[in-house]
């Protein structure tokens, strides 16, 4: 409490919170909803699969990890508390684990100092800001940094040793593990007792999400075979279209489907599927689209 007293009090006045309250908004799934797309029909196949799982099943980890532990945020006792994107058990932090693997899987792919400089920064920020908003302890920060840089360091170790096993399974092999995994993922939530206390509201959209990535990008890497490689005017011109797809996707069964879980799900694995599958189709039949090719997974 003493240290969130301290930068409270460092950094006084409505400023202050506004811009903490930007700073933690970097890990957000409106941003991670423009990123994670362009990423994925901009870079090598690997490192987007790479990107988007660590991402993905990251925020599935940290619920886990909050259902067993259980640790209480804390309270508003001479404190500040800005309930910004903050709800639930408090260890560990999901921003602060989800910016750390995030960013130190990007350091990883990407050896430069300065984006590991950068990294750092981003990671030292928002874990900040958690502190600064009142809603973690020190100690869910400090446990947040730890299991996502441990995520960042086992993601491409696993992904090596899981590729080789896929490949055996043939593609509707990896299009059905692709959609019942995340579903077991999720049920389990149901079945254990002692995680079925925690209430989570966006984990069936987020396993859903890696339900339609991880089926589509199967599909799309054995029908369709979109990469902008080189072709940056082509990518210019797809992204805007691609993101708009995404909006009307999730906007606009948003507005049809009723609500509930199994509904969230639903779509947002079409979300999934159409960043995936559809909208590397599209990309394909715009002018100048036909000329990008395959790459290895």
Same mark, same amino acid.
């Given at each position: 409490? +003493?240290?969130?007293?301290?930068?409270?009090?460092?950094?006084?006045?409505?400023?202050?919170?506004?811009?903490?309250?930007?700073?933690?908004?970097?890990?957000?799934?409106?941003?991670?909803?423009?990123?994670?797309?362009?990423?994925?029909?901009?870079?090598?196949?690997?490192?987007?699969?790479?990107?988007?799982?660590?991402?993905?099943?990251?925020?599935?980890?940290?619920?886990?990890?909050?259902?067993?532990?259980?640790?209480?945020?804390?309270?508003?006792?001479?404190?500040?508390?800005?309930?910004?994107?903050?709800?639930?058990?408090?260890?560990?932090?999901?921003?602060?684990?989800?910016?750390a693997a995030v960013w130190a899987t990007v350091a990883g792919l990407w050896r430069r100092?300065?984006?590991?400089?950068? @990294?750092? !920064?981003?990671?030292l920020l928002v874990g900040v800001s958690r502190l600064y908003l009142g809603v973690h302890?020190?100690?869910?920060? !400090?446990?947040?940094?730890?299991?996502?840089?441990?995520?960042?360091?086992?993601?491409?170790?696993?992904?090596?040793?899981?590729?080789?096993?896929?490949?055996?399974?043939?593609?509707?092999?990896?299009?059905?593990?692709?959609? !019942?995994?995340?579903?077991?993922?999720?049920?389990?939530?149901?079945?254990?007792?002692?995680?079925?206390?925690?209430?989570?509201?966006?984990?069936?959209?987020? &396993?859903?999400?890696?339900?339609?990535?991880?089926?589509?990008? @199967?599909?799309?890497? +054995?029908?369709?075979?979109?990469?902008?490689?080189?072709?940056?005017?082509?990518? &210019?011109?797809?992204?805007?279209?691609?993101?708009?797809?995404?909006? !009307?996707?999730?906007?606009?069964?948003?507005?049809?489907?009723?609500?509930?879980?199994?509904?969230?799900?639903?779509?947002?694995?079409?979300?999934?599927?159409?960043?995936?599958?559809?909208?590397?189709?599209?990309?394909?039949?715009?002018?100048?689209?036909s000329g990008a090719g395959r790459e290895a997974a």
């Amino acid at each position: 409490m +003493a240290v969130i007293r301290w930068l409270q009090a460092l950094m006084p006045g409505d400023g202050w919170v506004t811009f903490w309250s930007l700073v933690t908004r970097i890990y957000s799934e409106d941003v991670f909803m423009v990123l994670m797309p362009v990423a994925y029909w901009l870079l090598p196949r690997r490192q987007s699969r790479l990107l988007a799982g660590v991402f993905l099943v990251n925020i599935w980890l940290n619920d886990l990890c909050k259902a067993l532990v259980w640790q209480p945020r804390p309270p508003a006792d001479g404190i500040r508390v800005v309930p910004v994107d903050a709800g639930g058990p408090g260890f560990p932090s999901g921003h602060a684990q989800g910016t750390a693997a995030v960013w130190a899987t990007v350091a990883g792919l990407w050896r430069r100092r300065w984006l590991t400089t950068l @990294a750092g !920064a981003v990671m030292l920020l928002v874990g900040v800001s958690r502190l600064y908003l009142g809603v973690h302890w020190p100690g869910d920060v !400090a446990g947040g940094w730890a299991l996502g840089l441990g995520v960042a360091w086992a993601a491409p170790r696993v992904q090596a040793r899981a590729g080789a096993t896929l490949a055996r399974v043939g593609l509707w092999g990896r299009v059905l593990l692709g959609l !019942a995994a995340p579903v077991l993922m999720l049920q389990l939530f149901a079945w254990v007792p002692v995680l079925s206390r925690l209430e989570s509201a966006h984990l069936p959209g987020v &396993l859903g999400a890696l339900a339609g990535f991880w089926a589509g990008s @199967a599909l799309e890497e +054995a029908y369709v075979g979109y990469r902008a490689g080189g072709r940056w005017l082509h990518a &210019l011109a797809a992204i805007p279209l691609g993101l708009g797809l995404l909006l !009307a996707v999730r906007y606009g069964l948003k507005a049809v489907f009723p609500g509930g879980p199994a509904w969230d799900f639903v779509r947002y694995l079409a979300i999934g599927l159409t960043a995936t599958l559809v909208c590397p189709w599209l990309f394909r039949r715009l002018p100048g689209g036909s000329g990008a090719g395959r790459e290895a997974a």
